[in-house]
C-alpha cells in the first residue's frame, strides 16, 4: 500500500507540474488603454494585425501571436511618426527651452522631461495613450531600497548604488532647466519634475527604447540613439529567439522581422543581446528563465579576502590589474572560466617567480602541484559565493515576508538572480569535483614541470 501510494503521489506530482509548465495567456486588446494605444497608432499609419497585448501566466505582459509567423516574416513595422524621438521632443512645446539651454542636454534627458510632462498633462498629452500603458514602477536598481540592495551580489550592489547616485545626480544637476520650464507647466515644477518623476522617465527610457541612430543635432550633447517605440516595446526578451531589427530608411519604419518563427497564440519574442542575468537585472530590470549567457562574477575583494595570507598578493593584483585581468571573472555551470583560471595559475606563483608572471597569462602551463592549488582556491572561491547566496535567498525570504507589493516586486526579481546563482555555483562545484576535473572543467594543462 505504501508504494503504491508513493507512485500515486509522484504520479499526481508530475501532472501537476506539467499542468504548471502549461504558460496560460489572457487577452487585453479589449481593454481600454489598449483599444485607446491601438487607435492611436493606426492613426499614425500602423496596420499590423499579427499581435495581440496578452497577459502571460510566465512573463506577465507581452504579444501573442495571432497567427503562425514564419521564419523570415516581418513581425511588426511601426512607421516613424508613431516612434518617440529627439526629434519629436524638438518641435513640441519643449524646443525653444531645450534649443535655448546652456549646457546643451543629452538626447536621454529631453526624452525624460518630455515623458514626464506629457504624463503631467494626462488626457490632454497627444501621447496620453502611450504614457498610460508604461507601467508605473519598474524593478531596476534605481528603484530599489535599501533593503533590497544589501541582498544583492557584491558587483551588482556596487553598480546598482551607481544606478541609483547617477539618476540622483542627473535630478539635481538640472534643476535650474527644470525650472526654466515653469510657464508651461500648471503646478509648482518641484511638484512636477521631482527626482521620483525623472526616475520614472529614466527607467521608461532605460528599458524600453530601441536602438535607432539620428544625425547630430547642435541643440543637443552626445550620441542620440534612442527611440520609444509604442506596442513594439510590449515584446519581451527570450535568450533563444532571433529577430533581425533596424530601422529601415526605404520603408520609413521600424521594423522586427523573424527569424525562427513564432506560432499561432504563443508569445512573439525579441532579443535584447547575449547579455548575462545580472546585466539584465540591472538595463532592464528583469531575469531570463533558462538564460544560457548567465554566469557568477568574482570580485577582487573576494580574492583579496580568500587570499590575505600571502604576502606578495597586493604586487599580484597590481600585475594582474594593469593587464587588464581583474575583471570579467567568472564560473559557470561547465566550471571557472579560462580568465578566471588563468588569474588563479599567476596567483598561484611565488614572488621569486615574478619573471614567469607575464608568461602565465599568456598560457604557460605550471606543475601540477600548482594547477591543484588552483583549481582548491577555485572550489573555495565557489564556496565562499554559494554560502553568501544562501545568507541572501534567507534574508530575502524574510524580507518578503513583512514587505508591501512594490518592494515585493523588487525581491523577486533578485530572488530569481540569486537562486540562479546558487544553480551555477552548485553544477560548477560538481564539475570541479570530478576524476578529470582539471581536464574537463576547468581547461586546464598539467605539465610536472619542477622550475614553475
Known amino acids: 500500500m505504501r508504494g503504491r501510494g508513493h507512485r500515486a503521489g509522484r504520479a499526481a506530482r508530475k501532472r501537476r507540474q506539467k499542468q504548471e509548465s502549461v504558460v496560460q495567456s489572457v487577452s487585453l486588446c479589449h481593454q481600454l488603454q489598449y483599444v485607446r494605444l491601438m487607435k492611436f497608432l493606426r492613426q499614425r499609419g500602423f496596420t499590423s494585425t499579427l499581435l495581440q497585448p496578452a497577459l502571460f501566466t510566465d512573463t506577465g505582459r507581452g504579444l501573442q501571436a495571432l497567427k503562425s509567423i514564419e521564419p523570415g516574416q516581418l513581425v511588426i513595422s511601426l512607421p516613424e511618426s508613431c516612434l518617440l524621438t529627439t526629434s519629436t521632443v524638438l518641435d513640441s512645446y519643449l524646443g525653444p527651452y531645450i534649443k535655448s539651454w546652456k549646457p546643451r542636454l543629452s538626447p536621454l534627458l529631453a526624452l525624460c522631461v518630455f515623458l514626464v510632462c506629457e504624463r503631467h498633462l494626462g488626457e490632454a498629452s497627444d501621447w496620453f495613450p502611450y504614457i498610460s500603458v508604461l507601467p508605473a514602477t519598474y524593478t531596476c536598481p534605481a528603484y530599489f531600497t535599501d533593503d533590497v540592495v544589501a541582498v544583492l551580489p557584491s ?31 500648471s503646478q509648482p515644477v518641484d511638484e512636477v519634475l521631482t527626482y521620483e518623476a525623472l526616475r520614472w522617465a529614466w527607467c521608461s527610457v532605460n528599458t524600453r527604447s530601441v536602438f535607432m541612430s539620428h544625425p547630430s543635432n547642435n541643440s543637443l550633447s552626445g550620441p542620440d ?34 527569424v525562427s518563427g513564432t506560432l499561432r497564440y504563443q508569445q512573439a519574442f525579441i532579443n535584447y543581446g547575449s547579455h548575462d542575468n545580472q546585466r539584465l537585472m540591472l538595463e532592464y530590470g528583469f ?9 557568477v562574477y568574482v570580485d577582487a575583494d573576494l580574492l583579496c579576502d580568500v587570499l590575505r595570507g600571502d604576502g606578495s598578493l597586493d604586487q599580484k593584483i597590481k600585475f594582474l590589474k594593469e593587464n587588464k585581468f581583474l575583471h570579467n571573472l567568472t564560473v559557470s555551470g561547465d566550471g571557472p572560466s579560462w580568465r578566471l583560471m588563468t588569474a588563479l595559475r599567476l596567483l598561484s606563483l611565488p614572488q621569486t617567480l615574478y ?74 562545484l560538481e564539475a570541479l569535483e570530478g576524476p578529470t576535473e582539471t581536464c574537463q572543467h576547468a581547461n586546464l594543462t598539467l605539465a610536472p614541470r619542477a622550475d614553475i
Open 155 to 185: 558587483g551588482v550592489r556596487r553598480r546598482a548604488l551607481e544606478q541609483r547616485e547617477a539618476v540622483r545626480e542627473i535630478h539635481s544637476s538640472h534643476r535650474n532647466f527644470f525650472r526654466s520650464l515653469q510657464p508651461i507647466l
Open 287 to 295: 531575469v531570463a528563465a533558462r538564460n544560457p549567457d548567465s554566469v
Open 355 to 428: 619573471h614567469l608572471w607575464k608568461a602565465v597569462l599568456l598560457g604557460q602551463v605550471l606543475c601540477e602541484e600548482r594547477e591543484e592549488w588552483s583549481v582548491q582556491t577555485a572550489k573555495t572561491l565557489c564556496q565562499r559565493l554559494l554560502q553568501d547566496s544562501h545568507t541572501a535567498l534567507d534574508k530575502i525570504s524574510h524580507l518578503l515576508r513583512q514587505c508591501e507589493q512594490p518592494v515585493r516586486e523588487q525581491l523577486d526579481v533578485v530572488k530569481s538572480l540569486r537562486q540562479e546563482e546558487r544553480c551555477i555555483l552548485g553544477s560548477c
Open 225 to 258: 540613439v534612442y527611440a520609444l517605440a509604442p506596442f513594439l516595446d510590449l515584446l519581451n526578451h527570450r535568450p533563444d529567439v532571433q529577430v533581425k531589427a533596424s530601422f529601415n530608411n526605404v520603408t520609413g519604419c521600424y521594423e522586427i522581422g523573424s
